[in-house]
């Protein structure tokens, strides 16, 4: 994370702040592109036809990348980083360490809750489709709990043959990329593999 930390701070601290703008600008213009195939995407496993003009469809895609990106990388944040804000926070305000305990298993609920609500809020605002909220929401918590899953099984697969290539001692946590890796892949990932519950 150190890595990451620098980088930011170096794009921040650029002479040309207006060039990070432009560059933000374009990031999203770009993802919302990716979105928008989602909701193209949504549509066929609904089984609906786009009626709504690039108008409309444009605008839902940009808001669906800002508000599902930030659900999901606040949850990201909190599987990461969480543990050093809970030291820092408990440092500054001098809580008990048995909050430190019960935060290192919450923040993993709290990072699962908001990543469903992230998928629940794709799939009910992307496809062309009147539906109440909880109708997919099955398919959110499988799609979830599934890429989880998966991610888990990713990052034992990593570790092993990391710890049987030597590089790491057996006695080390597991390393922190296979939390990030659950959900930079889970957006696309879980529309295409949870198609199965919203179909049925």
């Known amino acids: 994370m150190s890595l990451v930390r620098n980088i930011v701070s170096d794009v921040g601290s650029h002479k040309h702040p207006h060039f990070l703008t432009l560059g933000l600008v374009f990031t999203i213009w770009t993802v919302s592109s990716g979105f928008a195939a ?3 995407g949504l549509d066929i496993v ?3 036809r786009e009626s709504r003009s690039v108008w409309k469809t444009r605008p839902i895609a940009l808001g669906l990348t800002l508000l599902v990106g930030s659900l999901l990388l606040v949850a990201v944040g909190l599987m990461v980083e969480g543990t050093y804000f809970a030291i820092w926070f408990a440092g ?4 008990n360490p048995a909050i430190l305990f019960a935060w290192r298993y919450l923040r993993w609920g709290i990072a699962i809750v908001f990543a469903v609500l992230a998928v629940e809020i794709l799939y009910h605002f992307g496809p062309n489709a009147k539906q109440r909220f909880r109708d997919s929401l099955t398919g959110a918590i499988v799609a979830v709990m ?3 899953g ?3 099984l990713l990052g034992v697969t990593f570790d092993t043959s990391i ?3 030597g590089l790491m001692d057996s006695s080390e946590p597991p390393s922190a990329y296979t939390c990030g890796f659950t959900f930079r892949v889970l957006p696309s990932w879980s529309v295409e593999k949870s198609t199965f519950c919203l179909a049925n």
Do not use: E, G
């Open 46 to 48: 609904y089984r609906v």
């Open 163 to 165: 710890i049987l290539t």
């Open 38 to 40: 989602i909701i193209d």
């Open 150 to 152: 998966l991610s888990y």
């Open 92 to 95: 500054k305000f001098d809580l």
């Open 146 to 148: 599934t890429a989880i």
